[in-house]
């Protein structure tokens, strides 16, 4: 949890109690007393306000524990802060660099770690060594306080302290009763909130756990929002870009609805498409049965008309002609494309007068033959010749940079720009962006896969390799580069070893 220390500090009862018992145990001898609490109880802000006002008369180290930390970094800061300026080696143990400073100085030390079950076993009990030899010595007075999670680090320190006199000692942080959480949300969460919050904000309160850090964050939900609205749309002139684009889009939809028609030119449309379609009438259904008994009489008056007019008629349908047949029998269609076999007029005129037996048919014949092979010629198909293109072979010209990644700080970052799984796709996506040279490839692996990685540059900070990606080209911008840190990097290729 997070407060300034000038007009936001506010001891209550329960942390006040907390911090005397500290200060005596502190006080009167060499311990070693873990302070444990859960997430937003506070811890935190109780160490360094241990620090400021319950212990200012001794030689103070503060060490803010990180993932990233390696334990010669942590001898060096609280070295460095104890003996500024001193000659140590950061790989030797506290006890053997103290012994070696002070050289059988007096001393009197408190070591103050926040967030202490991030640090391993070995370092844990590197403090606990420290704490005895401080029992033993009697010059020295040296007491180490751990906050950290509730029952993360005791089953350890009861393994190292089995079977000695001196033992760890262990303090709780206790949930903020319902006046000190009242007191403190008013004190330090509603008077900074704006009044258009305040409504907002006193609701959210009745809903959070009785903890110091869940009641502070109600007073940040304003701020983390504007700086979420500021990371999206980003500066002055990006805004004023997107101000101009919302005014262009508006302008140009409403001379889109300049253009369209109104409601009185659309009803004259309609009414002209009206009177221009043929709407057929039904007649009426009295007027149609009148009009299909007239009809009815007068082709019964013209059949009797008829009938009377043929009675003296004879049959000399014999002496007509014959019927107009409408098809003719031929020898092929002239529709299809089939091969057509010609007959000459002399073998026509001798099948025609019974002379078939004197004709010779072998012309006939070989004509026939000629047709159908002629057809089959035409059917065969042509013989298909299928072209094979080879692709161009991709020549690798780039090598991993395994060593160079791990040379970088594992709390700096890099971009990531692609991931592949052939160096064949690799080395095309570095021809196509032209980037050789400028980009680092490593291999790892991933559920059993192996995968080629691709970077770009090194940043000190996540948020000025996010502000990169701006510089680069538009092609690569859209391929959406992320900001990735060297630790993860350090990781995978250490997997794909």
Known sequence: MSLTHESRVLELESQSELLERLQLLT???????????????????????????WASDKNQSLLMCHPNQDDAQRRSTILNQIVPN?????????????????????CDVVIVVDDAHLLNETFISELWMLVLE???????????????KSNSIEGLLTRLSYGQDHKPVELEIESLSEDEAERFFEFLVIRFVEDDMEKRVRNAYKKVNPLPGE???????KVEKRIIIRSIVGSPAKIAALVALILLIIAGGFIWLQSQPGPDEKAQQIASNLEQTVIPTLPDVESSAESAQ????????????TEASYQGAEDDSSSLPPDVVGETA????????????VITSDVVDALLVDKAESVDTSKIDNAIEAAQQQAEAVAEPAPEVEVVETPPETIISFSFARDELKAFSPRSYTLQLAAMNSLEEVQQFIDLHKLQDQVRVYPTLRNDVEWYIVTYDNYPTIQIARDAVETLPKSL?????????????????????
Not at 90 to 104: M, R
Not at 294 to 305: I, K, L, N, V
Not at 477 to 497: C, F, M, N, T
Request: charged share 25%; aromatic share 6%.
């Open 27 to 53: 006080n009167f001898g060499s311990n070693l007393v873990t302070v444990g609490g859960e997430l937003g109880s506070g811890k935190s802000w109780l160490a360094q306000r241990y620090l400021e006002a």
């Open 134 to 148: 401080a029992q033993n010595n009697p010059k020295w007075t040296i007491n180490v306080v751990l906050f950290a």
């Open 330 to 341: 031929s020898v092929g269609s002239t529709d299809d494309d089939q091969q057509r076999v």
């Open 294 to 305: 007239t009809d009815q009489s007068r082709s019964d008056e013209m059949e009797a008309e």
């Open 86 to 106: 001193s000659l140590f080696s950061s790989q030797d143990p506290l006890v053997d660099s103290l012994t070696h400073i002070l050289d059988d100085e007096p």
């Open 477 to 497: 911008q859209e391929l959406g580069p992320w900001a990735k840190s060297l630790s993860q990097v350090h990781r995978d290729i250490d997997r794909d070893k």
């Open 215 to 221: 009641i502070m964050a109600l007073g940040e939900q």
